[in-house]
C-alpha cells in the first residue's frame, strides 16, 4: 500500500484475519460425513437467496429477485452475462459486440449494478467501459440471482440499480455424495458458428476433503444479421477460455476453502474508427480538423472502414478466493461467513497487430458477515468490506491516470416479526473511499469522502402466501475514479471522455465545472407479490429521485464521435415491472410478463441509453422428461431519447427451446433453442453502440449436458 491504512482497515483486517482462524478452526477440528443442509430447500418448500446473506425465506425479503438455476442458464446458450439475463423483469443488457455485454437494471448499468462472485466483486475493468468483459462464465455458472432495487445495502449504498449474483461450485461447500460429482456440457449455435463445453468435476477425498476443477471454453465467429451490408457484423468474434481448481476442508459446521482461476478472452471490437485519432475538445467544444476535408473524405473513410483491420481486446485475469463459513461458532452468533480475494487483471487492445492500450487492475477484498441470534426480536446480519485496488491505463487510449482505490464499508440489515402477518425491515451501511492518481502528469486531486445509506421496509401478508411491501430507501454514491478523472479519447465507445475534476481550458469547458457533490438517490417502492398455488405474481412500481445524479453528457458530436463531460443533474427514475403466471395444471403454465422506466432530469429533458418498455408472454410445458418453452415479446420503439442520441426503432422477439431429458433422467439433458426466429432486426438503445452495431439475427442453438 503506497498510502496509509485507514483506521478501520486496519481493524477489519484483524477481524478477517480471526474469522479465518474460527472457521479454519471450526472446518478441521470437526470432521464428518458432510455439511448441514443450511438452505433447508430439501426439507421445506422455501426459497432462500445466497445474496441476502441471512437465512430467510426470500418470500420475506422486500427485494424483488430473480433466480435462474443450472438447467435455465444452461438452455438460454448465452455467451455473456448481460445477455443471459435481458428479458428478465426489469434487466436487459448494454451489449458490445459478440464478447461483451453488463446487465441493465430498472436503466442502470455499473457502477450502479453490482455484479459479484458469490458475494465477492470480481475486480475486473467493466466497470470503465462497456467494452470491457464481465469477468463471469455463465457456462460454469450453478445459478444466478439477481436483487432489483436499492435494498441491496449488503454490497453498496451505490447499487441503486441491484445486484447480479453468480453462484458456482469452484470451492466446494459439501462434499459430494458419490466419489466424483460434475457435468460435462457441449453447446454451438448458428448465427455465429459457436462451439463451447465445459467440464466440472468435484471429488471426495477422505471424510474432511474436497477437491474441484472446472474448464470452458467458447469460440464464435462474426454473428449474422439481417439486412447487414455484409454478410456478418465485422468485429463481432469471440473466444474465451477458463480454468479453475479449488479445494475445501469440510466439517459438521463448516468450511474453509481456496481456488485459483484463469480467465483468456479475445474479442472484437466492432463500431471502432480511426479517423477520430484526432479529435480534441476545445472548451465544450469537438474540434476535428477541417470538416470540409473530412465531407470531400467521407466516401474514402467508408471504403477504408469496411476493410480495416477490427481492434481485438486479448484479456486475462487471475483471481484467488477464499471462501468460509461456520456454523454456530458461539452462543449469539448461527453464522460467520468469510469471503476474501485477489484478483490480477490486464487487457490489451491490439490494433493492426500491435499493442495501443493496456489496462490494468490488480487488487484484493475482505468480507466478514455475522448471522446473529434475535436481539429485543430483531434478527439479521451484520459485517464489514474492505478493499483495495491499483488501475493503470498505458498507451494511445490511457484516458484515465494509474490510481489507488481503497474501500471500507461497514453495514447491517436486520429483520423483525411483529406477527404473522407483518415484517420489518431496516439496513445501514457507512463507506468511506479514497482514490488517489500516482505520478500523475496533469497534478489531479486526490479524492477522500464518505458516504451512509439506510432503508427500511413493512412487509404485509394480507392474505396467506400474498404479501403487499412499502420499501423506502436514502442512498449515498461516491464517485467512482473514472467518473472523476477521465480526460483523453476512448475510440471504443468513439468518445472524448472529461472527468468531473475541473480542466477549463481543454476539458468541457468552466461552464460545465461544478463541486464535486455525493450523489444522493431517495426510493420509494411498492410490490405486491403471490408466490404459491397455481396463480402466482410479482408486481413491482418504483420511484427514485436523485440528487446530482452522475452521468455521461454529451457537449457536442461530430459524425459519429461525442465529446463527453461527465455532469451532476438532478434525475428521476420511475418505473414498473410484473410477471404473472398461471399453472393450468401440472403440465401446462403461462407467463405475462413486462417492465417499464422512464428516467428524465428534473430541469428537462431524458437520460441516454435508457430501454423502451417492453411486454410479452410465455407458455411452458413439461411431462415425461420433455419440456418446451415458446416466448414472444415487443420492444416498443424508444422515443424519450436524451440530446444527440436517434430514437431506436422497436422489433418483436420469438424465441422457442425444447429440452429432452434421455433414458428418462433428468442428468442426461439435450436441448434445441431458436432465438430471434422472426430474423428481426435489433437495435438496443441500452448500448453504445446502438446506431451503429445490429443484434444477432436469427439463430437455432442446440446442446448437451451430463450431470454425473
Not at 138 to 148: C, G, S, Y
Not at 372 to 382: D, E, K, T
Not at 489 to 498: D, G, K
Request: glycine share 8%; net charge negative; with cysteine.
Amino acid at each position: 500500500m503506497r498510502f496509509p491504512p485507514h483506521p478501520l482497515a486496519s481493524a477489519l483486517k484483524v477481524i478477517l484475519s480471526g474469522g479465518f482462524l474460527a472457521v479454519s478452526a471450526a472446518a478441521v477440528a470437526q470432521p464428518g460425513a458432510g455439511q448441514p443442509d443450511v438452505s433447508r430447500e430439501d426439507a421445506m418448500p422455501i426459497i432462500h437467496v445466497t445474496a441476502l446473506a441471512v437465512d430467510e425465506d426470500a418470500n420475506k425479503i422486500v427485494a424483488p429477485y430473480s433466480i435462474l438455476d443450472d438447467k435455465h442458464i444452461t438452455q438460454r446458450g448465452s455467451s455473456t452475462l448481460g445477455e443471459l439475463l435481458n428479458g428478465l423483469p426489469g434487466v436487459h443488457s448494454d451489449t458490445f459486440g459478440g464478447g461483451a455485454s453488463r446487465p441493465v437494471v430498472r436503466g442502470q448499468t455499473s457502477p450502479r449494478v453490482k455484479v459479484l462472485s458469490d458475494g465477492a466483486s470480481l475486480l475486473d475493468a467493466s466497470d470503465i467501459s462497456p467494452d470491457h468483459a464481465v469477468t463471469a462464465d455463465p457456462l460454469l455458472a450453478q445459478k444466478v440471482e439477481v436483487l432489483r432495487g436499492p435494498a441491496t445495502l449488503l454490497y453498496g449504498g451505490g447499487a441503486i440499480g441491484g445486484v447480479v449474483n453468480l453462484l458456482d461450485n469452484k470451492i466446494p461447500e459439501a462434499l459430494p455424495e458419490q466419489p466424483v460429482e460434475g457435468f460435462v456440457a457441449l453447446r454451438g449455435n448458428s448465427v455465429a458458428n459457436e462451439r463451447a463445453g465445459a467440464v466440472s468435476a468435484t471429488a471426495r477425498l477422505g471424510n474432511s476433503f474436497a477437491i474441484h476443477v472446472e474448464g470452458s471454453s467458447r469460440d464464435a465467429d462474426d454473428y449474422e444479421v439481417r439486412n447487414w451490408e455484409e454478410d456478418h457484423v465485422h468485429g463481432t468474434f469471440s473466444e474465451s477460455n477458463n480454468a479453475s481448481i479449488g479445494a475445501s476442508w469440510i466439517g459438521d459446521s463448516g468450511f474453509l476453502g481456496l481456488a485459483y482461476s484463469y480467465r483468456d478472452d479475445e474479442y472484437g471490437l466492432p463500431g471502432h474508427a480511426h479517423e477520430y485519432e484526432g479529435c480534441h475538445p476545445h472548451g465544450a467544444s469537438l474540434h476535428c480538423g477541417s470538416h470540409d476535408e473530412e465531407e470531400e473524405d467521407d466516401h474514402d473513410h467508408e471504403h477504408e472502414h469496411e476493410h480495416e483491420e477490427v481492434p481485438v481486446i486479448d484479456l486475462k485475469s487471475k483471481r484467488f478466493d477464499l471462501r468460509g463459513e461456520m456454523q454456530d461458532p458461539f452462543a449469539g452468533v448461527h453464522k460467520i461467513r468469510i469471503r476474501a480475494s485477489h484478483t490480477d487483471y490486464e487487457h490489451h487492445e491490439i490494433e493492426e497487430d500491435e499493442i495501443s492500450t493496456t489496462f490494468r487492475n490488480e487488487g484484493y477484498e475482505g468480507r466478514i458477515e455475522v448471522d446473529h441470534a434475535p436481539v429485543l426480536g430483531w434478527h439479521g446480519v451484520v459485517g464489514a468490506q474492505f478493499s483495495s485496488t491499483e488501475f493503470s491505463a498505458l498507451g494511445e487510449e490511457a484516458f484515465i491516470p494509474d490510481t489507488e482505490s481503497e474501500t471500507l464499508g461497514i453495514f447491517a440489515v436486520e429483520h423483525y416479526e411483529l406477527n404473522d402477518q407483518w415484517h420489518l425491515e431496516v439496513g445501514a451501511r457507512y463507506e468511506q473511499q479514497e482514490h488517489t492518481p500516482v505520478n500523475d502528469p496533469r497534478n489531479r486531486p486526490a479524492f477522500d469522502d464518505s458516504a451512509t445509506s439506510f432503508s427500511a421496509a413493512i412487509i404485509w401478508e394480507f392474505v396467506p402466501e400474498t404479501t403487499l411491501a412499502l420499501s423506502f430507501a436514502n442512498a449515498e454514491r461516491l464517485p467512482q475514479s473514472q467518473e472523476l478523472y477521465a480526460r483523453g479519447i476512448h475510440l471504443a465507445t468513439n468518445t472524448y471522455e472529461c472527468g468531473l475534476v475541473p480542466h477549463p481550458l481543454t476539458c468541457g469547458g468552466v461552464e460545465n465545472n461544478a463541486t464535486i457533490s455525493k450523489e444522493v438517490s431517495n426510493n420509494i417502492e411498492l410490490s405486491l407479490r403471490k408466490h404459491s398455488g397455481d396463480l402466482t405474481y410479482s408486481v413491482n412500481a418504483f420511484r427514485n429521485d436523485v440528487d446530482d445524479y452522475i452521468y455521461a453528457r454529451t457537449l457536442d458530436q461530430y459524425e459519429d464521435f461525442r465529446l463527453i463531460k461527465y455532469t451532476q443533474q438532478d434525475a428521476e427514475f420511475t418505473g414498473v415491472e410484473g410477471e404473472v403466471t398461471y399453472q393450468f395444471d401440472e403440465t401446462v403454465a403461462a407467463t405475462l410478463f413486462g417492465d417499464y422506466v422512464r428516467a428524465e432530469f428534473v430541469d428537462g429533458g431524458n437520460l441516454p441509453r435508457i430501454p423502451a418498455s417492453r411486454v410479452g408472454g410465455r407458455l411452458n410445458m413439461e411431462a415425461d422428461g420433455i419440456g418446451a418453452e415458446l416466448e414472444y415479446y415487443h420492444v416498443n420503439t424508444q422515443h424519450d431519447i436524451a440530446d444527440y442520441e436517434a430514437e431506436t426503432p422497436g422489433y418483436n422477439m420469438l424465441n422457442a427451446t425444447v429440452s429432452i431429458s434421455l433414458f428418462g433422467e433428468e442428468r442426461y439433458l439435450v436441448f434445441v433453442r431458436g432465438s430471434n426466429l422472426l430474423n428481426e432486426e435489433v437495435w438496443n438503445h441500452s448500448s453504445f453502440l446502438a446506431a451503429v452495431v445490429p443484434q444477432p439475427g436469427r439463430s437455432l442453438s442446440a446442446g448437451f449436458k451430463y450431470t454425473f
